[in-house]
């Protein structure tokens, strides 16, 4: 067994784990990067199906491309999308950070969500090496009646013995691919051959490292067109894969409250 | 930012007691080793600033606002970072009591563990009680280091002093350290070079320390433990999905699933996207099998092959780490989570509560939060396990109380059997023949019905003194009753078995079929054997149901060694008898006998009466017209 088939064969344990112990539940998928593998993960885990439905919040404010790459795997692999759409920004506490209170759209949408299938549990494409608030994180997550975090009091999570029993009106966040990295998930789907939108490729010395919405993610400087050239970028860099998320860097502590209120 | 190998990152937890610096030297390590992003070295030294403080470089781990503002770890962060040999990924784990959960839940996924002790303070109660759960946790790699050296002077005297406190707590854990290391985080000294500052220390300095652990190694080579974690029909084929926790499963293995004892071949071992079909997978991997034949299978239950099966036992043994806000206490319900099986047990006793500070342990009735102890726990159901020393994997658990996992513990079996079936019928060609004698014939031939009096209690109880004094009362009576005990057994039958717990489940076993026997001839047989254990005595009792008849001959511990008719008591004392009941192994108390003769305070005549008033009532027919 090499690194990544540690990687996939925890993830997978991981998956299985969630989809015994809870019946209604979705995973998200973002479109990007990480929840692509994430969803390919899940295909592993059962056999080429993914038996739940994969959720999308629509901000309307995706990049084209991700649209089309949704519609055309979406068909591909026989997936159940059910697609969002996150309430207009006026419907959103006004003393966030502009950046930050456009991404809590996409919280209140899920809350949404949540609420009208009465969702147990939500399969979130997190990492710990993302952002120091998400290294916290446990595997799986309790969130509380109005899917706040409570990272002051996490559960006991060890041995693999994940919390799976918990009180009425709590929803759990479920994280299978916490413990990759940014390079093992490259390195992941340049082994899978995992279809990926083309805005983390170069064009016009820009690429995406990370996807968000449109006015609020920003690409960085970069020649690196294919995947091996990605990795080798990513192998000498020293800046934060976030650094082009503006909501993460509006204040100190910006980020961790859009955590606690929800955000994934 | 990282080595370009794709080799998997050490885990590396780093423990020890709130404000001896933990978070303080992994933020300067990461600094040091040039592991941070751009710009974050500039925010610290900022933040530091804006706080009016001097550079803080615990504050590239303590990113919550809370903990900035508190100056305290309340969670387990994972920090990578790298040396020029290897990827690291480094678990801050919180020095406060209160947040002990989250300190287990950083040590747990670690592959070795930095204990960090102040050079001015010197051992304290959380690095005691760190040391202590990684032992139980199974984290074998070691090191220490002795940071704040520049608050004592740099001295070596100091160093040595401490050494001497860490080495000998540690070795009472059975724990070494790979190497003891004088450091000043703050100052940057012997983190990442030898430090100047102390020249009278020649040893390694923490990097190299660091890169001299061991990655984990995958248990390939043990015998096969795959739990079942779920059962797939998602198309037409049929998936027993798992992870191999040990060894390794290839197509046309004979596996046997424990506890049903079932015996099944593999057929397939089912991938998705990969070029060829596997013909084999081993430890770490996920999979998911199918089988020859349609078995009932369920999550929980546990693949093997045939040979080196895991223990089966309703009952067994735990070094527990308590996390819940309630006690641990005797008679109290749990659920279990056992790799893939979850059952409710129930703490059966408490046998020591173990004192952290300097090791000792005493009797207690309860574990408090963040205690540790040696407990026994029953189960309803038999559980398929290990002991933590042959299989980490299958031989640790979690309790959990209501919704919360409160507490975590390691298996070992001191003085309880595997009790896996024996006596499945293994010989083919058997048909049952149809007795034209009938049990009820013999009865009224004989006056009294047939029937097995099992006696059980601890050595000395009494037990063959009363059995042989019935035996001549029962007989003068015009009884056909027999006494079945150590010494007709023992010496014939049994001759090929010894005392360990499972010669003596196989013995009790044999016992019970022969007193099966004896009871459908007609006979009364009176059993005089310990059988300490409850399930043997049941698995007796469900041999012959209606005959079955338990008498508890009790008499506590201390008059039975009163008596010591056979001078045994004082031999397991002085430990020339292993595994002797009361003294080196457990006695478990009937719980529904249906006669309790308690010899205590009573004559051997008066004990003899009660049982004689017994048998007279149940078995003959001249008092009852028969049966019960």
Known sequence: MDHLDAL????????????????????????????????????????????????????????????????????????????????????????????????????????????????????????????????????????????????????????????????????????????????????????????????????????????????????????????????????ATTIAERSGRAMDHEAEDAFERLRTAGYM | MTVSSESPALKLVVVGHVDHGKSTLIGRLLHDTGSLPDGKAEAVIKMSERRGMPVEWAFVLDALQAERDQGITIDTTQIFFNTDKRNYVIIDAPGHKEFLKNMVSGAALSDAALLVIDAKDGMQEQSRRHGYILHLLGVRQVAVVINKMDLVGYREARYQELTGDIRKYLSGLGLEAAAIVPISAREGQGMVARPDRMPWYEGPHLVEVLDGFSPPVLPTDRPLRLPVQDVYKFDERRIIAGRIESGRIHTGDRILISPSNKTVTVKSIENWNVKDPALGASAGQSVGITLSEQLFIERGQVISHESNPPIETNVFRARIFWLGRKPLEVGKRYKLKLATNEQTVEVQSIETVIDVENLTSSAGDRLERNGIGEVTLRARAMLALDEFSENPKTGRFVLVDEYDTVGGGIIFMEGYPDQRTRGDVRSTNITAVEHRVTPDLRAHANGHEGGILWLTGLSGAGKSTLAIEAEQQLFAKGYQVYVLDGDNIRFGLSSDLGFAPEDRAENIRRVGEVAKLFASAGVLVLTAFISPYRADRDRARSIAPDLFHEVYVAADVATCEGRDPKGLYKKARAGEIKEFTGVSAPYEEPVTPELTVDTSDKTVNESVAELLAYVEENFSLTRNGGGR
């Open chain 1, 8 to 235: 996939e064969a925890q993830s997978v344990y991981i998956l299985r784990e969630a989809f015994n112990k809870f019946d209604r539940m979705g995973m998200l998928w973002s479109l990007g990067k990480d929840s692509n593998v994430m969803v390919w993960l899940a295909r592993k885990a059962f056999l080429g199906h993914v038996p739940f439905p994969l959720m999308f919040c629509d901000t309307g404010k995706k990049f084209p491309e991700m649209y089309a790459f949704q519609k055309k795997y979406a068909a591909e692999w026989g997936v159940n999308l059910i697609v969002k759409d996150c309430p207009p920004i006026e419907e959103i506490d006004p003393t966030l950070p502009p950046a930050t209170r456009s991404a809590a759209r996409k919280t209140e949408a899920l809350k949404r969500l949540i609420a009208e299938r009465d969702i147990q549990a939500v399969i979130a494409g997190i990492r710990r090496d993302e952002e120091a608030t998400r290294a916290k994180e446990r595997v799986f997550s309790p969130r509380g009646e109005n899917a706040e975090w409570d990272f002051r009091d996490q559960p006991p999570e060890f041995w693999d013995q994940f919390k799976t029993d918990f009180a009425p009106g709590t929803h759990i966040r479920i994280h299978p691919i916490l413990h990759w990295t940014e390079l093992d998930i490259w390195r992941y789907i340049q082994r899978e051959n995992i279809p990926i939108v083309d805005l983390y490729f170069s064009n016009n010395g820009k690429r995406y490292r990370s996807l968000g919405d449109q006015d609020i993610t920003h690409p960085i400087e970069s020649e690196a067109s294919t995947i091996e050239e990605i990795i080798s970028e990513l192998e």
